[in-house]
Structures are given as C-alpha cells and as structure tokens.
C-alpha cells in the first residue's frame, strides 16, 4: 500500500484528499486521451473541481482544456498554475490492474499525476480562501505535441485573467521522491523539424545515366549536416541536429533509381541566435546540394517550441518556499538543462513563469519518461500539492503589496 511522502511536511487537509488523489490519477492514466482530444479527461476534471467548490470554469474556449479561476477573500493580483493533461501514442507495458485500457495510448511522461497534484493544490486553496487576488489553473492539452500551450496563448487567457506570473511543475524519474530541482535560466531546449525532398528523374538501375539520382544528394546532404556543429557552431553553445529518417525507393525493389529521396529529423538549441544560424545553414546546404545535382528540393523547417527559459524571481521564490519544505538536502538549485522540449516555454515568452522538476524515484519508479513501463509515483502528490500552495499564497502576498 502505496504511503504519501513527507506526510509530516504536507498539509493534513491534502492528505486526507490521498485516496481521492490516486483513484483520479489511475483513472486518468487507464483511459489515456491523445492532443486535444481528451474530454473524458476534461470531464473528470471537472467533476472533481466542482466537488470541491470551485465552479468558474471554461472548457470551451480552448477544446480539451479546462481554465479554472478561484479568487481569494482580498483584493489583488492573479497568478497562474499549469498542468499537461494529455497522454502519449505509445503502449503501456506496465503490470499494474491501472494500466492503459486503450491500445497504443499511455500516460508515460507522467501527465496524469501533473494534473492531479495541482488539483489537490486547487482543492486545499478553494476550502482555504485566505490570500489576495486570484489563481487561475490551466488544464493544458497537446503539450505532447507542442501545439496546446499556443492555443491557450492565443485564445487570451493570460491577458483575460491579466496573470503576472505562471508556475507549472513536471515529474522527474532521475530525482528522489522527495525532492525537487530548480534551474534559472534555460532547463530544456527549443524543438524544432526538418524536412528535405530531393526530387530528381527515376530510371532503371541499369541505365543510371538515363535519369537524375537524388541518392547521391542525400547522402551528401547527410554528411553536410554532421559538420553544422562541429564547424559552426560555437562549441560552447549546446546544440543538437539528429537525422531520424531517410527514405527513397522500395527495400525489395533493386532495379529501380527513385526519382525522389528525402530526409528528416530534429534540431533541440537554447540560444535563439544559434537556432537562427542552424536553420540558415541548413538550407543553404540543401539548396546548394541539390543544384549541384540538378535535382528540384523542398526545405521544411518547423519552429515548434522556444527553449524554457525560467524566470530568476519566479524560481528563486520557488526554491525559497522547497528550502522551508523539504529542507536543503532535498532541493536541487541549479540542475543540468534538457535537450528534450516543453511547450511551457510559450507562457514564458509572455509572462514570468518557472517549472519545476518533481522527484519520484524510488525502488519501484527507476526508468525514464517516454518509456513503456514508466507510472507515475503517487506518494509525492500531496507534498507536491502543498508545495505549489505555498508558492501560490507567497507569490500572491508579494505581487499584491
């Protein structure tokens, strides 16, 4: 039987909303829901805000959203919690009697447990309406496919509701339960996809001189491409360029020149200047490739998400409020960033806004997000509950002044 973590250091209130908590996420994370289409999602959400008193809700401005709005018993300013609430187009390959009921769907990045802790926090707060000003939860879809935050963005929510600043929080299977990291400044990269179509003149594999070959440009293009960061990049800049894929002709075809080729993959950097210069380079070399091959190209280059880039004060009010919680052995200032993205960056590019990485390791929470037999750590929502109370009421007090 699964025990909460840290129980002495959570609210008694949270605690006893444990067992409410767990049948929410394993519920959640058996009847995974993909981008935006996540309504039975929704629903349960819902239920359990409006059974705890909280009923200014929207789940029609944004499709597969929920914003809930909860004000405080004095005047003041507003600040925004956010969770992911999608899962991902992949198998559960747990054992346990929650796992995914629906093929090729599962909750592996832990998003059922990010909803849940910060419905704990909303409960707590709605039975707890001391504090100035008002809090807005956003029950964000399609993180997973970078598209969810953009569409709240641009549907207005931050100026509607004027938020200041924004917090969200991500569970982390390389920290103890217990635990929570920090980072100021950049924590993951901005994710972007390439795509390159060479498209020259098929022929048969015995009369090569008959047609265009866009083989040769491929391959060329591929090995361009490895040079980008080695020769200019700035060595002391991350960056990352992964081919992921390269297609042309048929594997059980072997006398057939393809008259098209292509190839795709990822581009993850921190600096805006560096994402600039890769992309330049990349279609530079695309074209000059294919010229000299006579061969027709068509460059894709998708910006998908910007490089998290958490705000100093709204982190460092978060690391103050962990210290008093967990005590200085449990808190991680300064973390290594990420390669991986995160599309909380598109708040940050409008307000202040930090996130902040959950530990949920333990004996039986070892492997990685994004992998088939990853579950979600219950025994951390209730401190990771109190947590985001506390850092919503300190935030509050401060900006309210």
Avoid at 9 to 29: G, T
Avoid at 33 to 38: I, K, N, P, S, V
Avoid at 179 to 191: E, R
Avoid at 278 to 298: D, P
Wanted: with cysteine.
């Amino acid at each position: 039987m699964s025990e909460p973590v840290m129980k002495a250091r959570c609210y008694p209130e949270i605690l006893a909303l444990y067992e409410e908590l767990k049948e929410h996420r394993r519920d959640v994370h058996a009847h995974p829901e993909l981008g935006f289409d996540t309504d039975r999602t929704v629903e349960k959400i819902v239920a359990f805000l409006k059974r705890h008193g909280i009923t200014e809700l929207d789940t029609s401005t944004v499709k597969g959203s929920v914003i809930a709005v909860l004000t405080g018993n004095q005047p003041g300013v507003t600040v925004a919690l956010r969770a992911d609430i999608d899962a991902l187009p992949m198998p559960d390959s747990t054992s346990n009697p929650w796992k995914s009921t629906v093929e090729g769907k599962a909750h592996a990045c832990g998003h059922d447990g990010h909803q849940t802790w910060m419905l704990g926090t909303a409960a707590y707060l709605s039975a707890h309406r001391d504090f100035p000003g008002r809090v807005v939860f956003i029950f964000q879809p399609a993180e997973e496919i970078g598209l969810g935050a953009t569409a709240i963005v641009q549907a207005g929510i931050l100026e509607k509701y004027d938020v200041k600043e924004i917090y969200g929080g991500h569970d982390e299977p390389f920290l103890d339960k217990g635990s929570f990291g920090f980072k100021v400044g950049h924590l993951q990269a901005s994710s972007d996809s390439f795509l390159v179509e060479f498209t020259g003149v098929g022929t048969h594999g015995g009369r090569p001189h008959k047609g265009i070959d866009p083989l040769p440009a491929l391959a060329e293009l591929y090995n361009a491409y490895q040079s980008i960061i080695s020769r200019k990049v700035d060595p002391l800049e991350p960056a990352v360029l992964s081919v992921c894929s390269m297609n042309a002709g048929r594997k059980d075809t072997y006398n057939v020149v393809p008259g098209d080729a292509s190839l795709g993959g990822t581009v993850r950097t921190f600096s805006p200047a560096v994402r600039d210069l890769l992309e330049e380079n990349m279609k530079r070399m695309a074209e000059g490739i294919a010229q000299a091959h006579g061969l027709k190209v068509n460059f894709q280059y998708i910006r998908l998400i910007s490089s998290l880039n958490n705000a100093e004060v709204c982190t460092k009010a978060g690391i103050e409020e962990a210290l008093k919680l967990v005590g200085e052995e449990n808190v991680v200032k300064d973390m290594t960033p990420f390669m991986s993205s995160e599309d909380f960056s598109v708040y940050q590019e409008k307000i202040p806004g930090s996130i902040i990485r959950v530990g949920v390791r333990d004996e039986n929470h070892q492997v990685s997000i994004h992998n088939p037999l990853f579950d979600f750590n219950d025994e951390v929502l209730p401190l990771a509950s109190t947590l985001f109370v506390n850092i919503v009421k300190s935030r509050l007090a401060a900006l309210s002044k």
